[in-house]
């Protein structure tokens, strides 16, 4: 029910972002914020509860994704500068990157292999939090330093963006060099990873 309620969030998002009333930019910020609280409650009761289906695993994921990108390609038309616009594209082709990855590792029965990264969830932490304050702040009311602030988190998390997509790019080496039968480049070196996770049950909630 919460995952349905993030997706029809996404063009309530879109239409009070473009609505011009007073306050409408601080309402489309409480619009993500409140998708991006119920993804956490969402997991946090799936956990809890142990209430998972494959079809809500796979739909989970992909709400968050539509959330975070429309919400970037909003800000990134307001904001019109070469370099929001390539932070943006950055962290918008890792979630499809990293998607079609996971997707990939599914359909070789290792999808675990590529769970979910403690700097991916770092990675969301800001991304969410930076999201929130571009929507809120209109600059010529707030002053530039409120946004200046949006736009260091931003940043951060893209360049969390890169990394995390990284270290699941050198998990799934791990895995098609242990399926053609040799060691890995930098195997053995104790280096932390997504790499032999326990069995992908469907209770992992893939938030980054």
């Known amino acids: 029910m919460l995952t349905f309620l993030r997706l029809v969030l996404v063009p309530v998002l879109v239409l009070v972002f473009y609505i011009d009333f007073r306050g409408h930019?601080?309402?489309?910020a409480g619009v993500f914020a409140l998708a991006a609280v119920t993804?956490?409650?969402d997991g946090y009761l799936a956990r809890r509860l142990g209430q998972t289906t494959p079809f809500g695993?796979?739909?989970?994921?992909v709400a968050d994704k539509v959330m975070v990108a429309v919400a970037l390609v909003l800000l990134v038309e307001r904001h019109n500068d070469l370099l929001f616009t390539l932070a943006a594209s950055v962290i918008i082709g890792r979630?499809?990157?990293?998607?079609?990855l996971r997707e990939w590792m599914a359909e070789l029965g290792r999808r675990?292999?590529?769970a979910v990264s403690f700097i991916g969830?770092?990675?969301t932490g800001f991304q969410m939090v930076s999201i929130v304050v571009l929507l809120?702040?209109?600059?010529?009311r707030h002053g530039s330093e409120f946004l200046a602030v949006g736009l260091v988190l931003l940043y951060v998390a893209a360049a969390l963006t890169l990394w995390s997509m990284w270290v699941y790019l050198r998990a799934a080496q791990k895995v098609m060099a242990e399926m053609a039968g040799r060691p890995a480049e930098g195997a053995?070196?104790?280096?932390e990873s997504p790499v032999n996770r326990a069995p992908d049950d469907g209770s992992a909630k893939e938030s980054a």
């Open 188 to 191: 053995g070196t104790g280096e």
């Open 25 to 28: 930019l601080l309402v489309a």
């Open 39 to 41: 993804d956490w409650f």
């Open 57 to 61: 695993a796979f739909l989970d994921p």
């Open 95 to 100: 979630e499809i990157v990293v998607s079609a």
């Open 121 to 123: 969830k770092v990675k």
């Open 136 to 140: 809120a702040v209109d600059a010529e």
């Open 112 to 114: 675990t292999s590529v």
